[in-house]
């Protein structure tokens, strides 16, 4: 090693022991006689060195608290995909037949009609039938008919009777219950893949069902782990205050920022279909006493869809009223009015999805005296 | 991998977000200091860190287990990071400071930051500052490996595994880099040496 750019190359290599015991010598020889490597070797030291010292910085406040959110809204997503394209799937193997089949039909029968009568009338027949048929798919295609209820549905004789309605929906499907019945029997693999979130979103969960429960104990902070854990082997997503409160909040639920002291309480997205084995895990988790469960209370939507269409037309009112009013005209205000009724128009949208999800709030507090 | 990690990565796969986050609660500083270096500005580190979790978290079922889950963590943080450097290159920015129209007339564009406050900010020696700006100066592949080898502090067979390139090949990047660095520094403050070491 006895060139300077030889040496050049290898002054990281040195300073990171990355250099053999023979090219270490060869290089600090070198170096004790070459002053311009010596200083460069100085330099780059220095370099490492402030690098070095570079301080980590803390995470950005509410980091965690995002990413959950965003985590929660990838999941949702997911599970949407995976389970409208599993119902795309039964759909295409249920229907293609039945519509292969009717196509068929109606080609004959339209051939036969136009050629002993009137043309007009057979071609009107037709497009009829047709209409018909279409309006049958689309029924087997809305998330509260047969074909997604069944994905929640394990017993396969369950899941077909769903199907007989969902392929009777139609006039024509009837017929071929038989063979759908076949075809869409659900398989091993759907049956362990059963989703546990099958469709919906955080905020459209909380417009139907609400629950709450009560856990009793002398140390409350002790049982959150357990009751987490026993959320979690039931398929339940821990809800963060600030993930409630964006959303259409249930009025028999009261999301707290700080909860009383000596009171912890939780909350969690669960399935409906786990509800029974989350409450079953909880009763049998907890001495009898020790945990109290609230009936689930179904959300009167309807009377909250009143409340908050009442709410817009008000504000419809008051917006029209300060936008007329030129001189007293208040921008700041107007926004406001403006915010809230785009909100509640968010919020309306939300109602109309029915849910598949409770809301349980959980409380662990200390027995009450 | 330690047994513990081993049945949280198991349950993380199967989707369950609370194993996924104690997971991840050991990498996430680490991933928003790689950020933070690679951008040099803490309110994209923020978001882009964000990103790289996501995207941990949709493909953690392709996470084959043949390296270290701290390797395939941080080379998904390099590979974002650069991705947006990139994609950044070809897109103007939005100077903060512009002048915005709005109906009163003028104002400047007001952003909001997370960053720490301004006292925060002026106990931090301003030789941070100045390594900060010098490797954000650097182009991207000699930054990543100043930030993964010495900020971060792993080794050369890692940072190959990271980056995906021969062991060779990172040896003589991490070499040039600190050259251009050292040059960078020299530039910025003609008397660095003098200045701020000791």
């Keep these: ?369 | 991998m330690s047994e513990n990690e081993k049945v949280l990565l198991d349950r993380a796969k199967a989707g369950e977000i609370a194993a996924f986050e104690q997971l991840i609660e050991a990498y996430q500083r680490k991933i928003f200091n790689i950020a933070l270096r690679m951008v040099g500005n803490y309110d994209d580190a923020g978001d882009l860190a964000q990103e790289v979790l996501i995207r941990i978290y949709k493909s953690i079922r392709s996470f084959k287990e043949q390296s270290s889950f701290s390797t395939w963590v941080y080379r998904i943080t390099t590979n974002v990071c650069l991705d947006e450097i990139r994609k950044r290159k070809n897109r103007k920015v939005i100077s903060l400071d512009e002048e915005i129209q709005v109906e009163d007339g003028e104002m400047k564009r007001q952003v909001e930051s997370n960053e720490p406050s301004p006292e925060d900010t002026a106990e931090k020696s301003e030789l941070q500052k100045l390594v900060g700006d010098a490797i954000n100066d650097l182009p991207e592949d000699h930054r990543s490996v100043i930030i993964l080898r010495d900020i971060q502090g792993f080794s050369y067979e890692e940072i190959a595994q990271m980056l995906q390139c021969p062991e060779g090949t990172i040896k003589s990047r991490i070499n040039r880099a600190r050259q251009a660095l050292k040059n960078i520094l020299q530039n910025k403050r003609e008397l660095f040496i003098e200045d701020y070491v000791k």
């Design chain 1, 1 to 369: 090693m006895k060139s300077c750019s030889e040496v050049n190359e290898r002054i990281s290599l040195y300073i990171d022991q990355e250099l053999s015991q023979e090219e270490r010598v060869q290089f600090e020889e070198h170096i004790h006689s070459c002053s311009a490597c010596k200083a460069e070797l100085e330099d780059i030291l220095q370099v490492v060195e402030l690098c070095r010292g570079m301080e980590e910085e803390e995470l950005p406040a509410n980091f965690k608290e995002d990413l959950h959110r965003k985590l929660l809204e990838v999941k949702i997503q997911e599970e949407k995909t995976n389970s409208s394209r599993a119902a795309m799937t039964r759909f295409i193997r249920i229907f293609s037949p039945i519509a292969a089949c009717l196509v068929l039909v109606l080609l004959v029968r339209g051939a036969f009609l136009s050629g002993m009568f009137n043309m007009g009338k057979a071609s009107s027949s037709a497009q009829d039938m047709m209409a018909k048929s279409e309006m049958a798919s689309l029924a087997g295609e809305t998330p509260e008919n047969g074909i997604s209820a069944k994905i929640a549905a394990p017993q396969d004789g369950d899941a077909n009777a769903q199907l007989d309605q969902a392929a009777g929906a139609g006039e024509y499907g009837i017929g071929f219950a038989g063979e759908t019945e076949a075809a869409a029997r659900p398989t091993a693999e759907d049956r362990s893949q059963a989703p546990r979130l099958t469709a919906g979103a955080v905020d459209q969960a909380i417009n139907g069902r609400v629950a709450n429960m009560f856990v009793y104990n002398d140390s409350p902070e002790t049982q959150v782990e357990t009751v987490k854990t026993l959320a979690a082997a039931n398929g339940a997503d821990e809800l963060q205050v600030t993930e409630l409160k964006s959303v259409t909040l249930s009025y028999s639920i009261t999301a707290k920022e700080k909860p009383s002291e000596g009171e912890i309480q939780l909350y969690f997205l669960v399935s409906n279909t786990r509800m029974d084995a989350f409450t079953g895990a909880l009763t049998t988790n907890f001495n009898q006493g020790d945990v109290s469960i609230q009936p689930t209370v179904e959300q009167d939507v309807a009377q909250i869809q009143n409340a908050l269409a009442t709410r817009l037309v008000e504000l419809d009112g008051k917006i029209q009223e300060t936008e007329n009013n030129k001189k007293t005209s208040d921008k700041e205000s107007l926004n406001k009015l403006k915010e809230e009724r785009a909100r509640i128009n968010d919020e309306l949208d939300k109602l109309n999805c029915p849910s598949d999800y409770t809301l349980v709030s959980i409380v662990i507090q200390k027995r009450p005296e």
